[in-house]
Structures are given as structure tokens and as C-alpha cells.
């Protein structure tokens, strides 16, 4: 999608919004009436705000988890838009949640070493979590990040932060034959991407110089000494050699409604709402487009394992979309990647794989398991299906899956297929759960 459809998309969302107000409105005698509708405002931040709002807040509950993060026996669940949960996950059984670090604007993040890397609206900041109990700020790289794809411009003091929802009534003048007077049209419009990872308290994240492990929702991935990051639009790279002193690298245009970002072996694989893009990353400083596997406008997060490519489909409003399906694709050649099966689902989200298992978030529907050594018969093999939750992201550990959804972090032993069992739960604590 092009930049310049966003106005007309912003137009036809308020008519949509404005619509059924309007039916709903009576003419009096005098034609003289209200209407309501919905908008979405802009809420401002100052630069100077946000540069100091970073702040170790002690554990708190879940509220709104977003993304999660596997490093060692370390969890790291966002809370969205709010800062970072550090779960002490030594014991799967009985994950401990031992802090959470106040970052404004934060959604995505990923850890090399002893260093997390997190968003900060319009900034990536660096984290120092040897200690985990005394996480600190060791560097920032200032305004790389898109706020909504609108930055306000590069040196104000201010930028847009978020929007909020606001009903508005008032007065609504006509003579009953669609003809109007007063009356306002007013409010922003946010086009936003759905898109929504051994130790003791007094121990330290193991100093080993590897990357942990993220989810198929992630923007973030690490590959060797580069950190990727994905906006709507954009990749943007960042050299973390120096792991404390990330330098932006280059920034490559990938055209509109961008997803996700999967790393497998020397390739990038990129999910966007109208295909899968893959990427040669064997020069980890210049990665080169390769081809693009075109499928219906649709929210696309994406795994690989082998020669294949699992990509899921779904419909829902940020996707506008109607596809609820499960895509195989041959990336053997990842400059020609051919389809060879679609699955029906019913609404697929995250995915992961672990071997021969398939591991797929339902949303509301659940999570389901299946056997895929034979990935042409993916639904003769559903091993669990797993309901009660909404499920949205999962990462498969070896024995262990985690599997992030509204209402917590669920942890699973799935060593034994055939008995795969709940271990824990870290519930939301929140009013409407």
C-alpha cells in the first residue's frame, strides 16, 4: 500500500465510524438533532519527557502483554507501550516475576549478551541486564524510530506518542433531505499494524555473546553482530558489535503494510500484509531483496524450517482482510518461492516450529499442535487443540513452549507429544479478564 492511500483509507474509516451515528439520528419537526461519533486523537509527548522517563519499577502484574523474548532462563514479556517484564524462568513450573522496567512507547525488543535492545517510541534504547534487578540505561539512539509513521518533524520537542478514542455529540442541523449545517469533523486516525520473548535473585544473565530467541510477531531479530528492525515501511540496521554502543546502519525501503521478521541461516524473511519478502543477508551490513511471494491483503507473521515457509493468514480490522489460513511455500529457491498448500483456519496468528511440530495461535480459538513431518497432510495430524484462551505468539524451547496470549503467559512441556502438559501460568490481572 502507498503512502499517499492513507488519506482516503483515514476518510472511508471515519465514514464508517460516522455512518451508523447518522441512521441512527432522528429528524424532530425542525430537523434539529446530535450525533455521536468516534475519533481518534493525538496525544503529544515531549522529547525531553520521554528521554527521562526510564525507571525500574519493581515486579508488577501483567496487563496488557504484547511481545515476548527468550534469553537463557530469562523471559521478557512487553507490556504494551508501558516497559519490559524480566521473568526469572529457571523453573518453568514456577516462573518468577522479578521486575519490570519502565519504557515508555515500548513494543518490541531482543537481547544480545548482556544487552536488551528495546523501542522507546521514537528511540532504541540499550539496556545493561547483567543484573536483573538493577537493569540500566547504557546507551540511546535518538529519533530512528517512525511514531505512527508520523513524526511531527526531526527537531521539534514534541512528537505524537499515541492516539486515544473519544465520542463526541453535537448539535447536527438539516432540513431531513441530507442537507447540513453546523456540525464537526474533527480527530486523527491511526492506521496501525497488529502487530502486537540459571538464574536466582541475587544471579546474572549468563555473559555468553549470543542472541536469544523471539517470536513470529517480532520486529526486532539479531543476526551475528547486526540488529534488524522492521517498521510499516522500513528495515533499519543497527551494528551492535559494541554490544553497549549500537550504531545505526542502513535504513532500506520495503514498501507499505510491513509485519514481521524472521532470521533463518544467511536469509531474512519478511512478513507484510500483502506477501512474504525474503532477503540475501550474507552481507549482514547491505541485505538484498531476492523476491517477494505475493498472497490476498491479510496479516502475515512467518516461520521457516528446511526448504519451507509457514506463513499464516488472518482477517480481523488492522488486517482488512477475510482469509483465515495456514500457507506452505517452497523457499528452496529464494528466488522463485512456489506455493504448494493452504490449510483453512479460523484465525491463525503466531507460529512456531520445532522439528516436526507445528506450534499455531488460533486467537480466541486457541493453540493447536500439529505433526507435520508430512506437510502435505497438516490436517489428518492435529495432535492438540488447546481452548480457553486467546492465544497470540508462542516460542518453541526445546521441551518447552511458551505461548503469550490476553489472559498470560502460558508454559507447556510438549517432550512427549502425545501428553503435551500446562506446567505454568502467569495470568493478566486486569478488569476485563
Known sequence: MKKSLIPVLQQVFFLLLFLPALLLSSCSDDCDTTITYTVQEPVYMMRAELRSSFKINGPRVL?????IYAKGNYLFINEMNEGIHIIDNSNPAAPQNINFVRIP????????????????????VALDISNPLDVKLVNRVENIFPAYSMLVNDTA?????????K???????????????????????????????????????PASGSAGKGGSMARFTISGNHLYTVSLSHMQLFDISNEANPQAGQKISMGWGIETIF????????????????????NPTSPVHLSTYAHVRSCDPVVVEGDLAWVTLRSGNACAGFTNQLEVINVSDARNPKHIKTYPMQNPHGLGIDRSTLFLCEGEYGLKVFDIQDHLKVDQNLKTHFKGMDAYDVIPLGNTLLMIGKDGLYQYDYSN???IKLLSKIPVMRKDI
Open 105 to 124: 512507547g515500548n513494543i518490541d525488543m531482543a537481547v544480545k549478551g548482556n544487552i536488551l535492545y528495546a523501542d522507546s517510541y521514537i528511540d532504541l
Open 63 to 67: 496487563e496488557s502483554p504484547g511481545k
Open 167 to 205: 465520542q463526541i455529540t453535537e448539535a447536527y442541523d438539516s432540513d431531513c433531505n441530507g442537507n447540513t449545517g453546523r456540525g464537526r469533523w474533527g480527530g486523527w486516525f491511526a492506521l496501525q499494524n497488529d502487530s502486537r520473548g540459571s538464574f536466582n535473585s541475587a544471579g546474572a544473565v
Open 157 to 165: 520537542s514534541v512528537f505524537i506518542a499515541r492516539f486515544e478514542e
Open 417 to 419: 507429544l502425545s501428553q
Open 263 to 282: 532470521p533463518y541461516k544467511d536469509k531474512l524473511f519478511i512478513g507484510t500484509t500483502t506477501g512474504m519478502q525474503i532477503y540475501d543477508n550474507s
